[in-house]
């Protein structure tokens, strides 16, 4: 099956410790629908005797069912594995390959040309070393070229191969591929592309794929094989300070505590000091362990385990770092985010953002802008859809270490994940951090809010009730709140109507709206609790993740949320301020039931069915629950 080598005849444990110490080449081929990409994975697998000798049987008899060569090898049937791929003659999903040569082992990952796989393409290059960008010769430059090559720079893969494929069909001219190089030159130039390779090629025919083609004598360059085993990608990481986040604490008995982790960038030795951030502690390294044994220094893409001279906390998803050099610590960024799910993303909506092995509560504001990747104009956005590319601020409820995307992928890359259904539903590249993380800081107050909860002689919480327009929310809330006061409770009752006559006028009803509406609504209950006070809120708020994150900025039990359940049919009939009479005649847009969703609470604290019960009894109910909360002990 694999590449021949003499060691293999002559010393087989050689032979396995040469390849068990070769470097690893991580790329991607890209480019328009129908450039060759498959064909050329499928090439290089035959080539380099990667293939079975069961599967190049199957690939002889899937070329003359399914093939596109007239019953000779159709190579792209290697890569392309879905059935709708095969039908169609493209490539959807991401496939990976792993394939070696004597030189270097590759894991190649052909990505998909079509605009609404774009998030495809973006999965396969996040961990590209190096990018195959294949152009058609009898199409040159397109506008799906011009999108994959802006990825391929927004993601920092600087080794590049202009792979211009399918010359056999234009007699291997020489005045064509200079003609596509210098198009693609202007064009690779304005987006921060300095350098690529331009190899003419044959993928079907094999033509400076492995070995140079007798068919190009005026090309004096690699062909493609020597070109990935010769693309020097280690020293980009080792010249860089070190980094290591902290995948894991290894403490397998009293005597011993290291931290363990793969290294991102730099090198590593014992004596070297380092700070664990984002605490900010020093330290200085004592040993580095692997399973073989210590050794005198690590570099980066290795995988060891360090002990520290100190004693110091460190946590998973800490990183690690040169002291003299350290990353920044910052809670707000400029972040480019590549949105990748079908729901669009809700500026203020929170999501989990994970970087590295640390995961943290994020929301991202409105975008700045959005990118048009296939004319790279900056275009006005206020979400993003599947698909898109935008610039947006983002801040995360903790502070995190990074480092540009420009200058560490593994400290600067993160996916942002449902809070609710767990999907990675984007991805970003940090920029940089906004100024004003650095120069807000928490002011110390003497006066907080237990004591000012033992002030009252109440437990501060907030009650939150939601539930459909016309269910009832705001004449129980207000019946909860004239019971409280006449006990002597201190209160407030925030009310989804009045507050749109203030703090929320600038707001309508879109999803974003909404979103923001609850956040701010949300802030504003916190600062009350912590004034010490029970404060009612009553809104529809439509959207869990939302009713979520109000739950997470308060305390341990301060949070109380209250189902007002009241079927959209009960709701409707009631219709006391004529808004579904409104929205059913298409006057009132974005209406929660009838054309915008209402996502029911699944674990609330308290359920009233209105249908069965009264407001005077819901309000009873709710104040019944609350009594054990009016001790400022419990």
Known sequence: MSHQSTLIAEDIDAYLKAHEVKSLLRFITCGSVDDGKSTLIGRLLYDSKMIFEDQLAALEADSRKVGTQGGELDFALLVDGLAAEREQGITIDVAYRFFSTDKRKFIVADTPGHEQYTRNMVTGASTADAAVILIDARKGVLTQTRRHSYLVSLLGIRHVVLAINKMDLVEFSQARFDEIVADYRVFAEQIGITGFTAIPMSALRGDNIIEASAATPWYAGPPLLRWLEEAPIEDDLRGKPFRMPVQWVNRPNLDFRGFSGQISSGVIAPGDRIKALPAGRESTVARIVTQAGDLACAVAGQSVTLTLTDEIDISRGDVLAAAASPPAVADQFEATVIWFDDEPMLPGRPYLLKLGARTVSAQVAEPKYKVNVNSLEHLAATRLELNEIGVCNLSTDASIAFDPYTENKDLGGFILIDR??????????????????????WQALDVDKPARSTQKGQKARVVWLTGLSGA???TIANMVEKRLAAEGRHTYLLDGDNVRHGLNKDLGFTEEDRVENIRRVAEVAKLMVDAGLIVLVSFISPFRAERRMARELMGEREFVEVFVDTPIEEAERRDVKGLYKKARAGELKNFTGVD???????NPEIRIDTTKVSPEEAAEQIFAWLEGAFDPGI
């Open 420 to 441: 609710i259904s767990n999907r990675t539903v984007g991805a970003g590249l940090l920029n940089f951090a906004l100024r004003r993380s650095q120069n807000i800081h």
């Open 472 to 474: 009832g929310k705001s």
């Open 596 to 602: 915008s969703p209402y996502e029911a609470p699944e």
